[in-house]
Every structure is written in structure tokens, then in C-alpha cells.
């Protein structure tokens, strides 16, 4: 079995993979104050929770977008699972090429994201992972990355108008049936949700128009994706464990 890590900058995914199958997958909030002791007992007692044998994991891969969690992370893997976990980083195989001034300056979940969407899917398309951070990834049919633009998040939005607003509550991220509201908490959802999917639009149609892909694929993931597209018109594929898939990918890619 291959245990995959995504680390991002409020939660972590773990996945188990049987061959190509995912059995289990969790969802964690990331935090930088484990030891690595804490963060691998936490992990095989995870699994032992869930009736899995640690003994079964043959391997592990990690896309970190965090480097302060990475010491304890890695060597609780060593200490508790017996495993020299693989690192995604600039150099591996990916079967992308990344048409960046400094392609060693992209993100390793963006990259991932880019695998899965390349090798499962196919190009042209534009990957967009609604996390801490949006990102909007195009490859063409040639798996080549070639532009690719980042906006702040959903969340971040949220709590920008939070902390810097005196008088305005926090509120649950979630798209109002209507954009005609008649209270304060209404009225931040539906201009963060209704500007967001504006946003989205816009990008997309943008895209489309200045590279010339009248059929570009949209494909989302992340853990807001749902929220931007309830009714299922703006995405092709929503994929909600596709950095999973990319991650297995790249591990297969590189052992």
C-alpha cells in the first residue's frame, strides 16, 4: 500500500492507495508545534483507529507547501513506519514541461495537480484548486504548463473582513439562495461566494479567449470547489481527490 500526504496551509490530506484504488483518505488541520514523536504516533494511531496494519504501508510520498512541518512530519515517518518517505520536489519526473521563468519557483501542489490533470484527463485544460489560495493552472495538449495565475482564497477573503472590519461577524462560507440579501451575514456570503464564481468566470472566459482554447477543460478540486459550482455549470470535472491522484502518479513516476 502507498500512503500519500498533501500538506497544505490549513489542512493536510492523507490517502491510502491499494494499487490504484484509494481505501481511506483523512483530512487534518495543519499545525507547525508537533514533535516529530507526537505527529508519528498521531499517524499510526490513525491507522490502527481505521483497522489498518502500519505494516502494510510499503511507501510514502509528500507535496508540502510548508516547510515548517516537514522536519517532524518526515522523521515521524522514519521513527514510526520504517519509511523513507519520497519529497515532490524540482527534478522528478513529471511528464510536464514547465514554461516558467523559474520553474523551480512553482508550488509542489500545483505541480501535482498538473500530473493528475495531464495524465488523466488530458490537455488542454486549466486546473483550479480552490484551497488557502486559488490557482488557476493551464497545460496545453503539448503537457506543457504555460501560464498560471494565484488569488486569494475564499477563507483568506473572510477573514481579512473579519480582523480588519470592526463590526463584521465571522461566517459560514456558503452561497445564499439569492443575491438579494437583507442582513450583514448574507450579504458577506453572497459577496464573497457571488464574487468568487464571477471571478471564476471571468478567468476562465479569459483564458479560453487569449490562448485560443475554444475547448479547454476546467477542472477543480480543492476543499471550497463545491461551493463555487453547486449546480454543476461552470466545471468539466470536480475532482475532489485529484493532488491524491497526482501524488500516486508521481510516486509511480519516480520510484
Not at 491499494?18 to 499517524?43: P, Q, Y
Not at 520553474?103 to 498538473?114: E, L, Q, S, T, Y
Not at 493552472?137 to 501560464?147: A, G, L, R
Amino acid at each position: 500500500m502507498l500512503l500519500v500526504i498533501d500538506v497544505g496551509n490549513t489542512n493536510y490530506v492523507l490517502g491510502v492507495y491499494h494499487k490504484e484504488k484509494l481505501v481511506k483518505c483523512w483530512r487534518m488541520a495543519t499545525g507547525s508545534n508537533k514533535t516529530a514523536d507526537e505527529t508519528g504516533i498521531f499517524l499510526y494511531n490513525l491507522f490502527e483507529a481505521a483497522g489498518f496494519d502500519v505494516k502494510r504501508i510499503e511507501a510514502v510520498i509528500i507535496s508540502s507547501v510548508v516547510p515548517d512541518i516537514m522536519y517532524s512530519l518526515t522523521q515521524g515517518i522514519r521513527k514510526y513506519f520504517n519509511i523513507e518517505p519520497m519529497i515532490v520536489s524540482a527534478g522528478m519526473k513529471t511528464g510536464i514541461v514547465i514554461k516558467r521563468d523559474n520553474p523551480k519557483a512553482v508550488g509542489a501542489d500545483r505541480i501535482v495537480n498538473m500530473v493528475a490533470v495531464n495524465e488523466i484527463y488530458g490537455g488542454p485544460a486549466v486546473v483550479i484548486d480552490y484551497g488557502t489560495a486559488n490557482t488557476f493552472d493551464v497545460i496545453n495538449e503539448k503537457s506543457e504548463f504555460i501560464t498560471g495565475l494565484i488569488t486569494p482564497g475564499i477563507s483568506i477573503c473572510a477573514e481579512a473582513l473579519y480582523q480588519r472590519a470592526a463590526q463584521l461577524p465571522k461566517i459560514e462560507i456558503k452561497k445564499p439562495k439569492s443575491i438579494i440579501v437583507k442582513n450583514t451575514v448574507g450579504s458577506i456570503q453572497a459577496g464573497l461566494v457571488i464574487g468568487h464564481i464571477g471571478q471564476t468566470k471571468y478567468i476562465i472566459k479569459q483564458l479560453k479567449e487569449q490562448l485560443g482554447f475554444s475547448e479547454l477543460k476546467v477542472v477543480a478540486t480543492g476543499g471550497l470547489a463545491r461551493v463555487i459550482d453547486p449546480d454543476k455549470q461552470i466545471f468539466d470535472i470536480l475532482d475532489p481527490v485529484l493532488t491524491l491522484k497526482g501524488l500516486r502518479i508521481l510516486y509511480h513516476k519516480n520510484r
